[in-house]
């Protein structure tokens, strides 16, 4: 090799193909290819290592190792404590992507600068060892059909289970009846779930197809088969804040439309259902105001009408 440049796009090569192994300056076949003495290597890495955040050092005994710090690797990390990649992949998809190499810029003492409310992890974690979620988590896995009772007694044959969804603070199982609708059952409101004896197929086109609906799901009220609508809605001052431009999102369609003088917020939302937005506008009752359309808003003032029937029936 011909140059330093040459030379250190080599280690960095070296590091970025081999994230699974640790070099140091001691190894022969780095020695061999670069023609250098070790303490020569040993500068080499140490400033690759300072310039590359992806990098990082390992202590071996007495020598120095360096390795590439690759997603995979850090997932395969996570998995020693997690158990279920799908525990590792959800924790990711709640937050950001990022959030794997952030959380390796920081040491121990930020630990306890983070506190979170929901722990979905923690409650999956309670209800994987289940008979019921075994089966579920097998008809994913198999493709194979099942039957299930749920608390009332109700009981649905020939499902397929395709997919564990966290919503509305609950772990739910998405399945597809004959018809090829698809619906969220939520998991500890399932009483039992055994093997079909229906031999049937689902073609990976159509499982893909349903694969891609599942991510138009915003809670478990979106009601799949049906087209949306958007609703208008108005966040008062005193909480438009959680609904202003650079505010979190509380539905996968949301949007911002404007800010108005008075410092009220002017959003919109796609819906399905009614269930699937009203509940949520009426968790922050009286603050969020349905504009449009008047169908949604009629029904709105409806339950709330029932709401307010029900509070003085109580009260008498």
């Known amino acids: 090799m011909n140059t330093n440049l040459s030379k250190y796009i080599f280690l960095i090569n070296k590091l970025r193909t081999n994230s699974d192994r640790i ?13 250098l003495q070790t303490k020569q290597i040993g500068r080499m890495l140490e400033t690759i290592e300072s310039e590359f955040e992806d990098i990082t050092q390992k202590k071996l005994g007495k020598k120095i190792g360096y390795c590439y710090k690759s997603k995979k690797a850090l997932l395969k990390t996570s998995l020693q404590y997690q158990g279920e990649i799908s525990a590792v992949i959800q924790t990711i998809k709640d937050y950001d992507e990022d959030i794997v190499q952030s959380l390796e810029q920081f040491t121990t003492n930020s630990f306890d600068i983070y506190h979170t409310i929901d722990q979905p992890l923690a409650f999956l974690k309670q209800i994987e060892n289940s008979v019921v979620f075994k089966t579920l988590k097998n008809s994913i896995i198999k493709k194979q059909l099942i039957n299930i009772k749920l608390q009332d007694d109700k009981t649905i044959d020939d499902l397929l289970c395709v997919k564990f969804i966290y919503t509305d ?7 597809v009846d004959g018809l090829e609708h698809i619906s969220l059952h939520l998991i500890t409101h399932i009483k039992k779930a055994t093997t079909s004896h229906t031999k049937k197929t689902i073609s990976r086109q159509k499982l893909q197809n349903i694969m891609q609906k599942l991510q138009n799901i915003q809670n ?6 049906k087209s949306t609508q958007t609703a208008k809605i108005k966040a008062l001052p005193n909480i438009a804040s959680f609904f202003d431009k650079d505010a979190k999102k509380y ?4 949007k911002f439309i404007k800010k108005q003088k008075d410092n009220s917020v002017i959003f919109t939302v796609d819906y399905s259902s009614d269930d699937e937005i009203l509940t949520f506008i009426q968790s922050w009752m009286p603050n969020l105001i349905v504009q449009d359309p008047l169908s949604l808003r009629q029904e709105n003032d409806k339950r709330i009408n029932k709401y307010i029937a029900n509070q003085i029936y109580e009260a008498t």
Request: aromatic share 20%.
């Open 23 to 35: 070099f140091t300056a001691y190894d022969d076949d780095i020695k061999s290819e670069l023609g």
């Open 251 to 254: 539905f996968k369609t949301q």
């Open 169 to 175: 603070y609950n772990w739910f199982v998405a399945v």
């Open 220 to 225: 478990s009220s979106t009601d799949m088969s």
